[in-house]
Each structure stands twice: as C-alpha cells, then as structure tokens.
C-alpha cells in the first residue's frame, strides 16, 4: 500500500464530514440567512431617510429609532383600524344573515321553480357532515394558527432588530468590511452599496406610487356603489396589493367584497370584476412602465426575476427579485464596455423590404428579356 493512500483516505473522509456539517448547518440556519437577508434590504430602503437626519446633526441611532417608530405606529395604527372595521362588519354580516338568505331563497324559487324554505336549508347545512368535520378540523387547529401567529411575530421582530444595526451602524459595517480590502476593491464595493440603496429606494417608489393608484382607483368605485369604510378600504386594497407578494392581491379583493357583500351581494360581484380587471391593466401595462424606470430594468427582466425569486426564496424572493436584479444589471454596466452601433435600418426594427421587392422585379424583368434577345 502507497503510504500516501491512509492519507488520502482520512482526507477524504474529513472533507465529506466537513461537506456534511455544512450542508446540515446550511438547512438549520437559512431561516435565520432569508431574515438577515430581507433585513439587510430594509436598511437599504429606510437609509437615505435616515442619511437625511444624520447629515443635519442628528445622532444616527436615534434617527434610525425615529423612522423604525413611525413606520410602527402608521402599520400598528392601521391594523388596529382594519381590524375594529372588519370586526363590526362581521357582526352585521352575522346578524342579517337571515334576511341575505331569505333573499337568495326567494331569487332560486321565482328563478328555478324550487320549493326552498329557510328551514330546510339551516337543518340540512347544520346536520352535514362536512361542517362537523369543519368544526372538529378548526379546533384543532387553533393551536397551529396561534404557533404560526407567534412565529411570525418573532421573525418580524428578528428583522426588524437586524435591520435597525444594520441601518444604524451602516458607516461602522462598510468600515469593517472595506478595511480589509485594498483600495480599489473598496471603491468598488462603496459603488455598488450607493447602487444598492439608490435601487432599492426606486424600487419602493414606484411600489408607492402604484399603491397610491390602486388605492384612488378602488376609492372611487367604493364611493359609487356606497361601499362603508371606502378611505380605509382603498388604502388597504393599495397596501396590501404592492407590498405583499404572490397572494396580496387576493387577500386585499378579499377584504373589500366581504364589506360590499353585507350592503348588497351583487356589489361584492362588482368589487371582484373590478379587482381582477385593475389587477391585469396593472401586470401588463402599469407596473412594467414604472418598474422599468424607477429601478431602470426592462419590464421582462423584471417580470422573469420576480418569478425567479419566488422559485428560489418565495415571498421573500418575490420582494427583493427587482431591487437585487436592478442593483446587479446597475453594478455590472459600469465594467461592461460598450461600442457604438452601426447606422443600420434593421438595427432599429426597419427593413427594406420596398428595395428588396424592386430589386427582385428588376432581376425577373431582366431575366425575361435575355431570352427574348436570344430569340432575335
């Protein structure tokens, strides 16, 4: 046996325990990576807000505190006002359900000739089975929903924690992280941290400008069918809409049909055509022409890294696709060399297809006469 085999063995083996340990460690902590990660673009977003205070003598810390308390207040504000609405809409809904179902029993009898009554249809609902098991499923699972619900708050909570060192200590981190560096590695990485910021905030702009639009949109058509809670409504449907990915857009539709339903079900009908109609002139005409020029991307790029980030990180994914293709496509520009483009028709889509149709009938006609000459 070669004796540098043993060796080679036990290197082999401790590598793949390395590869091993790592692969283990990966899975346990990219939980903990995802958060850290979505933290680190929220410092991004809030950071020219918090350079702004600095830069006129403001402590960063406390500046940093101040922007993370007002966004607390406007979300927990908001929520606690969804949430009274919503509540009171319920009790109302629950209460005239009697008269909502008479209604609909009356309509199917004149329609269909059925011979309904109200309490043949609260019995047979009452006795099947699919509402015990429904009943049976929801106890249960409460103490899943109150596990996920605590869940969510701590991550939330761990976000926004990392979010508030690293926008609070942005000066010290690029510090450390360009000291050991050389210089013109730290330029670089200096470049492409003001991109990052510059990016990101563009890419929040346009989000809020696109909620504003959404929101008066909705406004209105809640103001026409005298829909309650209309001012509430269009900024929840605006919010949700554009900072919650993937499933925001239902869940914002979700909201406002329940509250048009209790003034007239047709209404909630109304709110859902409405919904899905904005929200395809949304996907294919607004949000491309905004995306494309407040983080300056081409709408399908942007369109194909949103998908990308939900396939790789999901709703988080989704959420900083744009802003992290924006930053990349914006860093890589400054080192790609361009030329010039040659003064061509076909470069800008034209073709010369009238030259191209006279040039074929003056080779026929020519053709056609060298034979004739031949003739002669």
Not at 74 to 84: K, Q, T, Y
Not at 125 to 144: E, F, H, I, P, T
């Amino acid at each position: 046996m070669p004796r540098w085999l043993p060796r080679a063995l036990v290197l082999a083996l401790a590598l793949y325990a390395v590869f091993q340990l790592g692969n283990w460690a990966f899975h346990q902590l990219v939980g903990l990576l995802v958060n850290i990660l979505l933290a680190f673009f929220l410092a991004l977003a809030i950071e020219p807000a918090v350079g702004r205070m600095a830069a006129r003598g403001m402590r960063r810390g406390l500046a940093t505190f101040l922007v993370f308390f007002a966004v607390t207040v406007f979300g927990v504000g908001f929520v606690v006002l969804l949430g009274s609405m919503l509540a009171g809409q319920i009790v109302d809904m629950v209460e005239n359900f009697p008269k909502y179902l008479d209604s609909l029993i009356n309509w199917s009898n004149q329609n269909f000739h059925t011979d309904l009554s109200r309490v043949e249809v609260q019995d047979s609902v009452l006795s099947s089975d699919w509402l015990q098991k429904y009943v049976q499923n929801s106890a249960s699972g409460v103490l899943d929903v109150s596990a996920t619900v605590l869940g969510g708050l701590f991550r939330l909570l761990t976000i926004f924690l990392f979010s508030f060192y690293f926008a609070a200590d942005g000066p010290r981190l690029r510090r450390a992280l360009c000291s050991v560096l050389p210089p013109a590695r730290q330029t670089e990485v200096l470049r492409a941290w003001e991109i990052a910021v510059d990016k990101t905030g563009g890419y929040l702009y346009s989000r809020g400008l696109m909620a504003l639009i959404s929101g008066i949109a909705h406004f209105v058509l809640f103001e026409i069918l005298g829909v309650p809670y209309a001012p509430a409504l269009a900024v929840w449907v605006g919010l949700v809409s554009q900072f919650i990915p993937t499933i925001g857009t239902y869940l914002a539709g979700a909201l406002p049909m329940l509250i048009a339903f209790t003034v007239n079900p047709w209404y909630a009908l109304w709110v859902l055509g409405f919904v899905v109609i904005y929200q395809q002139f949304e996907n294919y005409m607004l949000q491309p022409k905004l995306t494309s020029k407040t983080v300056d991307i081409h709408p399908a790029v942007a369109f194909g890294s949103v998908i990308a980030g939900t396939a790789l990180l999901g709703a988080v994914g989704a959420l900083i696709a744009i802003p992290a293709v924006a930053t990349l496509q914006a860093f890589l520009g400054a080192y790609v060399k361009r030329y010039d483009v040659t003064d061509d028709p076909r470069v800008h889509g034209h073709r010369r297809y009238g030259e191209a149709v006279v040039a074929r009938l003056q080779k026929a006609l020519h053709h056609k006469k060298e034979p004739s000459q031949e003739e002669s």
